[in-house]
């Protein structure tokens, strides 16, 4: 059964960092593409970053350009999201999600929740 | 604004055939496959439809997807009170190099 699980979410001051993790099983994960998505609190849903098999291959959202950083480890079958500069607009739940074809998302975590205050 | 177009609301009655539509451009839809997603209350989103108009085994044919140049639409037949959820279009856009999503249809089954 695919399973992922995302970690990390908590509360953190505006300009801060957050690194989030996504421990995923059930599936041969260096063998497939990942991307984050998030949600705000009431909001639909917004994709925020893109990688590859190899790691080779990123693309971010506009919104995180240059603020987070994805990255993955093969040999652990983790996904991560390193944000800095973290913004009140960035509170939101993120979900990790197996990607089959550039937008086909068949498989999600549960999501970690972010939460941007002071 | 998202990039993708849809009404923020729907409703039908049970038995009732709704459809959803999914308004985009030559860059996402025109050029893309659409994928549609439910999210019902409190949970993770769930894949719908792929490639346009392909169920993921488990899903009822009472779901139906299709595209037509930049816009889509999902249909929802015979409607049941557990389809009561918020549903989003989504495709590749080759401009933004990314997913772009709708903003989303809340579904009430009245």
């Known amino acids: 059964e695919v399973q992922l699980v995302e970690s990390g979410g908590g509360l953190v001051q505006p300009g801060g960092s957050l690194r989030l993790s996504c421990a995923a099983s059930?599936?041969?994960?260096?063998?497939?593409?990942m991307n984050w998505v998030r949600q705000a609190p009431g909001k639909g849903l917004e994709w925020v970053s893109y990688?590859?098999?190899?790691?080779?291959?990123?693309y971010y959202a506009d919104s995180v350009k240059g603020r987070f950083t994805i990255s993955r480890d093969n040999a652990k079958n983790s996904l991560y999201l390193q944000m800095n500069s973290l913004r009140a607009e960035d509170t939101a739940v993120y979900y990790c999600?197996?990607?089959?074809?550039?937008?086909?998302?068949?498989?999600w975590g549960q999501g970690t929740l972010v939460t941007v205050s002071s | 604004q998202s990039v993708l177009t849809q009404p923020p609301s729907a409703s039908g009655t049970p038995g009732q055939r709704v459809t959803i539509s999914c308004s985009g451009s030559?860059?996402?839809?025109?050029?893309?496959?659409v994928y549609w997603y439910q999210q019902l209350p409190g949970t993770a989103p769930k894949l719908l439809i792929y490639?346009?108009?392909q169920r993921p085994s488990g899903v009822p044919d009472r779901f139906s997807g299709s595209k037509s140049g930049t816009s889509a639409s999902l249909a929802i037949s015979g409607l049941r009170s557990e389809d009561e959820a918020d549903y989003y279009c989504?495709?590749?856009?080759?401009?933004?190099?990314?997913?772009?999503f709708g903003g989303g249809t809340k579904l009430t089954v009245l």
């Open positions: 999600a197996r990607d089959g074809d550039r937008g086909l998302f068949d498989h």
């Open positions: 059930g599936f041969t994960f260096s063998s497939y593409e």
């Open positions: 990688i590859s098999s190899s790691g080779s291959s990123i």
């Open positions: 030559s860059s996402n839809i025109g050029g893309n496959y």
């Open positions: 490639r346009n108009n």
């Open positions: 989504a495709a590749w856009d080759d401009s933004l190099s990314g997913v772009v």
